[in-house]
């Protein structure tokens, strides 16, 4: 089990069979926090507060941290596009990591980010929800689709311009938004989902 501490961030490791903890020290190349995690061909993929910052960990190769693809972590960098707290992330049907933010200070406007491990490539798709923020991810195999959750809040320093919040389909094969609904009229966020059977269950 991996987590992390805040300000300073930390991240450590817990083995549940020995009882043990490990400090693995800072893998990121900011200083806030840890907001989200994802396990992908034995990898680790960390996303980090501020700036939304993305690592890459390999547990069963020696610590060399850096920027390059050959070192471990693997700095991958920035998300960009005015993105500040990557929230929740997951691994898509398509076998890519899907990561879901909120923008910056004095920013509307979240963002669903799509990295291919394969290629080392990042797309992000800023306001697929216009003015929302993107709090929640599941990943649906049977319909090849990634199931979001929104926010009504932007960026510290903001106001909501719209007043509920929505959960939407991302179709992984076309890359584009497949549909959109209010779960919950008069909800302010959807901050979980998860998919279990034929049913998509949320927390607003």
């Known amino acids: 089990l991996y987590g992390s501490s805040l300000l300073p961030l930390r991240m450590f490791a817990y083995d549940p069979r020995s009882g043990e903890f490990e400090d693995l020290r800072n893998p990121t190349t900011v200083g806030g926090e840890i907001y989200s995690f994802a396990t992908f061909g034995g990898k680790l993929y960390i996303a980090a507060y501020p700036h939304a910052d993305l690592s890459v960990y390999d547990p069963r190769q020696p610590w060399k941290k850096g920027p390059g693809r050959g070192c471990n972590p693997w700095n991958w960098g920035r998300i960009g596009h005015d993105q500040d707290r990557p929230i929740a992330m997951v691994v898509g049907p398509d076998r890519r990591i899907y990561i879901g933010t909120i923008p910056e200070y004095g920013h509307l406007g979240g963002a669903l980010a799509v990295f291919d491990p394969a290629t080392g490539e990042m797309t992000v798709h800023r306001n697929v929800v216009p003015q929302q923020s993107v709090l929640s991810l599941a990943a649906d195999s049977v ?8 926010g009504v809040l932007g960026g510290p320093g903001t106001r909501p311009v719209v007043e509920e919040a929505r959960v939407f389909v991302w179709d992984v094969r076309g890359q584009n ?3 959109t609904l209010v779960p919950v009229p008069g909800a302010k966020s959807v901050r979980a989902l998860a998919v279990v059977g034929r049913w ?4 607003a």
């Open 177 to 179: 938004l497949r549909a």
């Open 143 to 150: 319909h090849r689709w990634i199931v979001g959750g929104t």
């Open 200 to 203: 998509i269950v949320g927390a």
